[in-house]
């Protein structure tokens, strides 16, 4: 096997860094100094530190497989929609995904803040989920306004659970709050499916 290319070699030690210390005080030189490169090779690789740090965000989602996992189990067939929400969650929640999840809300802090500094990150995060989910509810039947708007609320409340997830580190107890939420959210999919199916 011949050696790693020295970009992803990088971008390998990169994501390790960021998934560890966060990014808001880093800098490319200390960056540098910290993987044993300087911040010219890493403009060389990268870029900008904006690219950089967009790019370490995509090596680092790689390593957490059970949100892969989760958002996958949306389009198992035969199963119950309460079961697949649940399962979705589930796979989010996973206690090896934490680091990644401080990292997300971390960067979703800075792109907020620092208006077009991330904005493909912030249009990813804006509608990669939402348009999965609405996807699997059109599966289901329901309509396809209706389900961009229910596949919206559905990802604004798990966003809402990682948060209470990361702040108060109770996974049971934040499992125990959405277990009644996906109930109702599988209920009213399926009322706007008949509904959708009369019209």
């Known amino acids: 096997m011949g050696a790693e290319p020295e970009r992803d070699r990088l971008l390998r030690l ?76 589930r796979g989010i929640a996973a206690p090896e995904n934490l680091p990644f999840l401080r990292l997300f809300f971390e960067i979703f802090g800075q792109a907020a803040h620092n208006p077009g500094r991330f904005d493909g990150f912030l249009a990813r995060v804006g509608h990669d989920w939402t348009n999965q989910v609405a996807k699997a509810l059109e599966a289901e039947g329901v309509p396809a306004a209706e389900a961009a708007a229910l596949g919206r609320e559905i990802v604004a409340v798990w966003r809402g659970l990682q948060f209470d997830l990361l702040s108060t580190g109770d996974a049971d107890a934040v499992a125990a709050s959405y277990a009644g939420t996906a109930d109702a959210f599988a209920q009213r999919c399926e009322a706007a499916a008949r509904r959708g199916a009369r019209s």
Do not use: C
């Open 14 to 89: 990169i994501a390790d860094y960021v998934l560890e210390h966060g990014i808001a005080g880093m800098t490319l030189r200390g960056l540098g100094g910290a993987i044993g490169t300087n911040n010219r090779m890493l403009l060389y690789y990268f870029g900008s530190k904006e690219q950089l740090i967009a790019q370490a965000l995509g090596e680092a989602a790689q390593r957490f497989p059970a949100f892969t996992a989760g958002m996958a189990a949306l389009d198992e067939p035969g199963v119950p929609l309460v079961d697949r929400l649940q399962a979705a969650w």
